[in-house]
């Protein structure tokens, strides 16, 4: 079963999340499906947008905005001079939409060992007709020197131009498809060559992940801290000094008269 579903669909709710997350009355589901399938589009279809190396686009809906998260390996690409690219992104998706838009940037420091950027970059290398076995190659081998336990490419369609379609891939390391607590990243992407499509797809195997991924809309919870045991004591004790003091004084005032 492993080996034929999606690994992130597979894992959702065990160390995976969704990628939109909202709640709805099931008249406004569909509208709402399709209308974060148009945010999406939108944004990768941006001119600004194509070289940013996007890997993912989450969706939060709140009951008054819309909060989109874009995971990106260049944020400066997108943010632009002085903020001038997002805010032209956000002006652009907020005639679309009837809620207030949020947009948030998160960066990815490792973009070598991100499956959606890993396939990114042997298609558009496939674009620019490299050749595929040395594009793959050489994506494993950046992998598993950036940290990477195990990593997987397949490439299928008219490799080299051929005229009989096949797919061929590229395996290094371990990648349990089968062990649900194991954190494989998933990615896709299709490459528009002279000589038809090359679909790419790209599992990375990043150690063990036993805990849900943190929700970073939310917020932090603050608790008040706790007074701690020694002060009472000493102050207990200093009060029983204190006590005692007096009542030697009025025991001596007494004597006296």
Not at 29 to 55: G, T
Request: with cysteine; glycine share 8%; net charge positive.
């Amino acid at each position: 079963m492993g080996q034929k579903v999606s690994p992130i669909g597979l894992r959702l709710g065990i160390n995976k999340t969704w990628q939109s997350r909202w709640y709805a009355s099931p008249r406004e589901y569909a509208d709402l499906v399709l209308e974060d399938m148009k945010i999406r589009k939108m944004i990768s279809e941006f001119p600004e947008c194509k070289n940013a190396d996007i890997a993912q686009i989450e969706i939060i809906r709140h009951p008054q905005r819309v909060t989109i998260v874009i995971h990106t390996a260049r944020p400066g690409v997108i943010i632009g001079v002085k903020g001038a690219t997002i805010e032209k992104i956000s002006t652009d998706i907020q005639k679309q939409l009837t809620k207030k838009v949020q947009i948030k940037i998160k960066e990815i420091k490792r973009a070598d060992v991100n499956a959606s950027l890993i396939a990114q970059n042997v298609g558009r290398q496939m674009m620019g007709r490299a050749s595929f076995r040395k594009a793959m190659k050489q994506a494993t081998s950046n992998a598993m020197r950036a940290g990477a336990q195990g990593i997987k490419i397949r490439l299928a369609g008219r490799l080299g131009g051929a005229e009989m379609k096949r797919s061929e891939e590229q395996k290094e390391g371990r990648v349990p498809l089968h062990t649900l607590r194991a954190d494989i990243d998933y990615g896709v992407f299709e490459a528009l060559t002279t000589y038809g499509k090359i679909g790419v797809k790209v599992w990375v195997y990043n150690g063990m992940n036993y805990g849900h991924e943190q929700n970073e809309d939310a917020g932090q919870l603050v608790r008040k801290p706790r007074r701690e045991r020694p002060a009472r004591a000493n102050a207990a004790g200093q009060d029983g000094e204190t006590s005692v003091e007096k009542g030697a004084e009025n025991a001596d005032k007494a004597s006296r008269s």
